[in-house]
């Protein structure tokens, strides 16, 4: 049989120091599990090295504080913790992932009351959609599903709660034939896809969605220091899908996905053009090696 993520050998740190993978385990009356009083992060490990490991830490922190609770361990403790993990699964390029949800103690709505444990854990990961997809580009369908007014979803967080659409959306994106979906905000503005964000070329320019109902990615900000440092103009706005039409090229941004050439949404086809392979090849130099113009603190 093949391993599982539950089933398999290593080391995941969980409440204050390594436990064996198999035995980091939650109980199955969590309140994180029952009511989504849980936010997470992942992390790409170039080299041995969490990339802008402190940022990833700084947002876990907020996404629980948009949540209502507190994590008992500082960033520079999940920091470390970061580290741990990577040095005892020998981790060289693969995938961090910290969650923390509110633990058992109560069933109450409400989590006061209840723990807030953390968890780490890491693994090789190399590609989300294969090792040729940064050549070839992917191809998207606009979901039916949309991303939620922020009066009604703490959408600065990155909470499992959001999840359940961006899995809804990425199956049917799946049966449909495409790689991945695109959502539109509440407004049927262009938003993002179920794990990146999204970023269209147009005369020259970057063009992206304001976040304002979705993730505020850490990858597409340093996309766009990487952008103005060769001179380019970056522009956040409302972007209606029509506005598809006119976009030289299209590309995706995520901590998983990296920079992603979009090569179709829904039918309609893109080349992948010099602006993503500007932004791509800046971005891959970037993970090995953080200059002081893309740092993000
Ligand atoms: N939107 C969603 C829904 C995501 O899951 C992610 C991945 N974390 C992003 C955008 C991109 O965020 P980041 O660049 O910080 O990974």
Partial sequence: MSETFADRDGWIWQDGGLVPWRQARLHVLSHGLHYASSVFEGIRVYGGEPFLLTEHHRRL????????FALPFSVSELDAA???VVAANRIDDGYLRPVAWCG??????????????VAIAGWPWPNVFGPRAGEVGIRLGTSAWRRPS?????????AAAHYSVSSLAHAAAKRAGYDDALLLSHTGHLAEATGANLVLVMDGALHTPICDGFLDGITRRVAARLARR???TVIERHI???DLARAAEVFLTGTAYEIQPVTAVDGVDFPIGPVTRLIRE???AEVRAPSESVVLR
């Fill in 240 to 242: 209606p899908p029509t």
């Fill in 104 to 117: 058992s103690d109560t069933m109450s709505l409400g989590d006061e009351g209840n723990h807030v444990h």
């Fill in 230 to 232: 060769a001179g380019l």
């Fill in 282 to 284: 800046g971005y891959t």
């Fill in 61 to 68: 922190h907020s996404s629980a504080g948009h949540l209502g």
């Fill in 82 to 84: 970061a580290r741990e």
């Fill in 150 to 158: 922020p009066a009604c979803a703490p959408v600065a967080a990155k």
